[in-house]
């Protein structure tokens, strides 16, 4: 299985755009990136994912690079509920091995 | 649709007791999962099941035990509660394609004493 590399935590001030990268330079031809995040003592809620292009969704973006070693979560215009932590994943293959396996991801906090 | 359901939201277990931790869906989705967060850290799959009657191991299985009768149930068995099973514990399921996402359960908090 790929493995992900994410900062442990960032700050970003309320208003402005967050954007969280993630390493993933194992990454397989056939494996999506995945983005979720879990505020605080809740379940993990996805937020969006991508194979190669670029996605944008309401919730936020997703820039893959084009060697697809790395990614960037981009949320355009961050607000106090943002705060959470986000896993960056990178999909095993389908199948009987269909699992997904988080990381301790990237603790982020909005700041008024 | 209630999406995914746990029960208890809250246990306390003595060392060497038994449970079993509830999940249902009613999505009918294939795939279901098991995983546990300890403080501060991030989830780690405990067991995973593809369909009815099919269960696999995830990372950290020792402790545990599922079965998965129906599509809708997968519970999660603790025959011999220890300390080191305090967690909290999330349910997911998912439909089978590869691109689809889990959805998560709201988490059964556990202390074992």
């Known amino acids: 299985d790929a493995k992900t590399t994410q900062p442990t935590s960032m700050d970003c001030a309320e208003g402005r755009a967050a954007n969280l990268p993630c390493n993933h330079s194992?990454?397989?031809?056939?494996?999506?990136v995945y983005w979720y995040r879990q505020i605080h003592s809740q379940g993990p809620q996805y937020i969006i994912h991508?194979?190669?292009n670029n996605e944008t969704n309401e919730m936020a973006s997703l820039i893959i690079t084009e060697d697809r070693k790395s990614s960037t979560l981009i949320l355009p215009h961050a607000t106090l509920r943002d705060t959470a932590v986000y896993y960056c994943?990178?999909?095993?293959?389908?199948?009987?091995?269909?699992?997904?396996?988080f990381g301790k991801g990237t603790r982020l906090h909005i700041l008024p | 649709n209630a999406g995914v359901t746990q029960t208890p939201k809250f246990r306390i277990l003595k060392i060497g007791q038994s449970m079993t931790l509830q999940c249902t869906q009613d999505?009918?989705?294939?795939?279901m999962y098991w995983y546990r967060q300890d403080p501060g850290m991030g989830l780690k799959l405990i067991y995973y099941?593809?369909?009815?009657?099919?269960?696999d191991k995830g990372e950290v299985p020792n402790g545990y035990n599922v079965s998965r009768s129906t599509t809708e149930d997968f519970p999660l068995r603790l025959e011999l509660a220890a300390p080191s099973q305090t967690s909290v514990y999330f349910c997911?399921?998912?439909?089978?394609?590869?691109?689809?996402?889990?959805?998560f359960g709201p988490g059964t908090r556990l202390t074992v004493l």
């Open positions: 997911a399921s998912k439909p089978p394609g590869a691109r689809d996402t889990q959805y």
């Open positions: 194992t990454i397989s031809g056939n494996e999506y």
């Open positions: 991508g194979l190669k």
């Open positions: 994943i990178v999909r095993v293959p389908q199948g009987r091995d269909d699992k997904i396996i």
């Open positions: 999505m009918n989705h294939n795939y």
């Open positions: 099941s593809v369909g009815a009657g099919i269960t």
